[in-house]
């Protein structure tokens, strides 16, 4: 039990360490509004990118998105046995079990201009 919650801890830290590391990094272009300018050659490089050696914030988010997949995978198998199931498993029978009211069923009437009965109220 306490590997699954150590496993929840990493996975928190290594989620805002992630978020940090990626706010962390410069802008790869302009976008779609930086395609414009720098004729067609300037355009192409736009398009596909110029290769360059990832900085070292790059490596960091791949390697922490890498861990951050891999440990949220591991938690799966460390539940502690009594957490096992499904929510709705576990629930199930605590859930109090209602009937639907009987709905009686009123006798025809006798005569064609008799009135039918009123149907019968519940105590509650």
Do not use: C, H
């Not at 938690?75 to 096992?84: D, H, K, L, Y």
């Not at 009937?99 to 009135?115: F, I, L, S, T």
């Amino acid at each position: 039990m306490f590997f699954f919650f150590l496993l929840i801890v990493i996975i928190a830290l290594i989620g805002l360490a992630l978020i940090t590391v990626v706010l962390m990094q410069a802008g790869k272009g302009g976008g779609l509004a930086g395609i414009g300018g720098g004729g067609a050659a300037g355009a192409a490089q736009q398009i596909l990118g110029a290769r360059q050696a990832p900085d070292i914030l790059e490596k960091a988010t791949w390697t922490m998105a890498t861990l951050f997949i891999v440990l949220a995978i591991m938690t799966n198998f460390a539940i502690p046995e009594e957490q096992a199931g499904s929510v709705i498993q576990q629930r199930g029978g605590d859930a109090p079990q209602q009937q639907a009211p009987m709905q009686q069923q009123m006798p025809p009437a006798q005569d064609g201009d008799a009135e039918p009965l009123p149907p019968p109220q519940d105590d509650q």
